[in-house]
């Protein structure tokens, strides 16, 4: 006999349920877990130093979508002998202590990660062929003090092209540099990468993967060559790789080519604060003063009529400020 619904019925009705694993707030304690740090990310997966020898790892769940890029320092678990075919899972990023950044544009919104860990951003630059792009340098050097990191500008290619006219620019900012040519001794570019991990950026056909094989031996990066036509160099590296010096002396963070470095998560209150002595005098600046070149009651301005300020500098300073603002065409 069929059953006739009543209004009743949903009263005594109950939704069957999912079964479902009861859950716990406890989570692993990975008490296993090693130490390592990540050389290079390719499509998902990671290649790390676990003790000098290189280990190829994925994301375990926990880490959820949170980004490890390269210098990362982190835990792993599973099988990390380094074995073909071997696969350990990353279980823990470690606090990063710096992270360099960059956007796709000076309107994106969205940060990149190019690496973290790094205490010296290297700015390499070729004196000739191609030409220096000052824009990129000016760039390089707001993302490293935005970063807190330590700049360091790279000259090479000395012996087509006189490096003091470019020199000249960044003196007032402060900023060490190196100059190299083809064949050169490289004591004074090792001597200024000793202790530091170290981040290569700069145009393609600089000569950073050249710098690199020299520096590293057996690092076999492959090495571009310039358009005689447009100028540019021809993209070389395709993704950031960590490289171990000889000696245990440092590390260095080979990039690939860039031809643009947006600026959009750079504040201007963040790269005055680079630069102390200016810092210092801005201190009775209205509220919302970017410093810059035409800023009403800017106290650079009143430094600067009084004496008391660099001309040179505070210029070098707002032309970094203005590196920020606008086109990206080197």
């Not at 994301?59 to 073909?84: A, F, L, M, N, Q």
């Not at 935005?146 to 360091?152: E, I, R, S, V």
């Not at 020299?214 to 060559?225: C, I, N």
């Not at 005055?272 to 410093?291: K, N, S």
């Amino acid at each position: 006999m069929s059953h006739r619904y009543d209004e009743t019925d949903h009263e005594s009705y109950e939704r069957p349920r999912r079964r479902t694993r009861p859950r716990t707030k406890d989570r692993p304690s990975y008490d296993d877990a090693v130490d390592a740090r990540v050389i290079t990310v390719d499509r998902g997966r990671f290649t790390l130093d676990v003790d000098g020898h290189r280990v190829m790892a994925m994301k375990s769940r926990p880490i959820g979508r949170k980004g490890v890029v390269v210098g990362d320092r982190v835990r792993v678990v599973g099988d990390v002998s380094g074995r073909d075919g071997s696969l350990a899972r990353i279980v823990e990023v470690t606090e990063r202590t710096t992270v360099l950044r960059r956007t796709a544009d000076d309107d994106d919104p969205v940060e990149r990660v190019i690496v973290s860990n790094a205490d010296q951003l290297v700015v390499v630059t070729a004196l000739a062929d191609p030409e220096p792009r000052p824009r990129l340098i000016d760039r390089a050097l707001v993302a490293a003090y935005d970063a807190g990191m330590a700049p360091l500008l790279c000259l090479t290619k000395a012996d087509l092209a006189d490096p003091e006219p470019l020199l000249r620019t960044y003196r007032s900012l402060g900023v060490p540099w190196v100059v190299t040519q083809r064949g050169d001794d490289l004591s004074e570019v090792r001597a200024a990468l000793q202790g530091h991990t170290s981040v290569l950026v700069g145009h393609s056909g600089v000569g950073k993967s050249t710098l690199v094989n020299a520096l590293v031996p057996d690092a076999h990066r492959e090495v571009g060559h310039v358009n005689a036509v447009t100028g540019r160099g021809r993209h070389t590296s395709t993704s950031a790789y960590l490289l171990a010096l000889p000696d245990h002396a440092g590390w260095i963070i080979d990039t690939p080519g860039i031809r643009s470095f947006g600026l959009a998560h750079v504040q201007p209150e963040r790269l005055i604060e680079a630069f102390p002595d200016l810092d210092e005098m801005t201190e009775e600046c209205p509220r919302g003063c970017t410093h810059g070149e035409g800023e009403p009651e800017c106290e650079l301005d009143e430094a600067l009529a009084a004496g008391t300020a660099d001309p040179d500098r505070v210029e070098s300073f707002r032309r970094l400020l203005a590196a920020r603002e606008g086109g990206q065409e080197y």
